[in-house]
């Protein structure tokens, strides 16, 4: 079956950066549309950011515009998110998904991964 491992969370201090993971396995990773989601405590979730099959088209939220990257490696069926200036507000748990568009990516819950705990705080 669709199995998305997420890795890579932590506890990181504001400015800082991480790198997080998503382990694909049960599907064809390499023509699947990717995304990450977030959830931050007492918030909905938010989708962060969309990647196309082969890497090329990238799609972010604002929030997080020129700060975050997200890539792929198809020969490794993994999905990244590098994180870089972090705040307080990108603290959340962060979902690894299939998809590319927010509005269908967020409407089905049951497509993310189990998510990795991401904190940022002095």
């Known amino acids: 079956e669709v199995q998305l491992v997420e890795s890579g969370g932590g506890l990181v201090q504001p400015g800082g950066s991480l790198r997080l993971s998503c382990a694909a396995s049960?599907?064809?990773?390499?023509?699947?549309?990717m995304s990450w989601v977030r959830q931050a405590p007492g918030k909905g979730p938010e989708w962060v950011s969309g990647?196309?099959?082969?890497?090329?088209?990238?799609d972010y939220a604002d929030s997080v515009k020129g700060r975050f990257t997200i890539s792929r490696d198809n020969a490794k069926n993994t999905l990244y998110l590098q994180m870089s200036r972090l705040t307080h507000e990108d603290t959340a748990v962060y979902y690894c998904?299939?998809?590319?568009?927010?509005?269908?990516?967020?409407?089905?819950?049951?497509?993310w991964g189990q998510g990795t705990q991401v904190t940022v705080s002095s």
């Open positions: 998904a299939t998809g590319r568009r927010p509005g269908p990516v967020l409407a089905r819950r049951a497509q």
């Open positions: 049960g599907f064809t990773f390499g023509s699947a549309d």
């Open positions: 990647i196309s099959p082969s890497g090329l088209t990238t």
